[in-house]
């Protein structure tokens, strides 16, 4: 068991590119979750997936982020016009239940807009 | 608006000592709070969790002491080890939703 697998582990990207971030959740598991962490704002919650429909996408700025689950085996979080706030580790987690219980993280895509 | 609140910001006790991490919260439909172990360069790592039901949960060396009447919790790590240096967070869901609200987190460092 490799894990939520996320890559790439660093991107950098310069102001107004696309960035898109990808997530191998655990095999068999039914949800997965994408959160933002900074140092300013911690850890935020952005959105979810239970067996790859869209349940709760409540923490997405509207505008330039979306993710999709386009089977059970990976996960995208596409952020457009990229700028320099949106700088920060995305955190993509798998969870075995339907909810908040024992999420599994990985490592974590390190987003550094320029 | 921080609905999940922790203290202190950081921490450090000499090895064998317990450590106590404090937690509140805000929303009293809060009724499932997980505490998270992160290393550096590491996601988060669930480490123990209690729902709002009990007022105590141990596995191991961890405990969590919980106050629904305060809407306070804490995290005690017992006899304290080198390797368990790392940030913990504090987190709180309601009614079944998936969605974690996470706390600012401590950083423990343990001395020996």
């Known amino acids: 068991n490799a894990g939520v697998i996320q890559t790439p582990r660093h991107k950098v990207t310069g102001k107004g590119q696309e960035a898109t971030l990808w997530c191998e959740p655990i095999?068999?598991?039914?949800?997965v979750f994408w959160y933002r962490q900074t140092i300013v704002q911690g850890l935020e919650f952005l959105t979810y997936f239970r067996n790859q429909a869209p349940i709760d996408d409540s923490g997405m700025p509207k505008e330039r982020f979306s993710a999709q689950m386009p089977n059970q085996s990976h996960s995208t979080l596409k952020i457009q016009s990229t700028q320099p706030q949106d700088s920060a580790v995305y955190l993509c987690?798998?969870?075995?239940?339907?909810?908040?219980?024992?999420?599994?993280f990985g490592s974590g895509t390190r987003l550094t807009v320029l | 608006q921080q609905q999940v609140r922790q203290s202190p910001q950081s921490l450090t006790v000499w090895e064998g000592e317990t450590a106590i991490l404090n937690c509140s919260y805000e929303n009293s439909a809060f009724d499932y709070f997980p505490w998270y172990q992160q290393f550096p360069g590491e996601g988060p790592a669930l480490l123990i969790s209690?729902?709002?039901?009990?007022n105590k949960k141990e596995d191991g060396r961890f405990t969590i002491f919980f106050n629904k009447r305060e809407k306070k919790l804490s995290l005690h790590i017992a006899d304290s080890q080198p390797g368990d240096s790392a940030t913990y967070f504090c987190a709180a869901s309601k009614g079944g939703s998936a969605k974690l609200i996470f706390g600012e987190g401590t950083k423990l460092t343990v001395s020996s």
């Open positions: 209690i729902l709002s039901v009990s």
């Open positions: 987690a798998s969870s075995p239940l339907t909810g908040a219980e024992t999420l599994y």
């Open positions: 095999s068999g598991h039914s949800a």
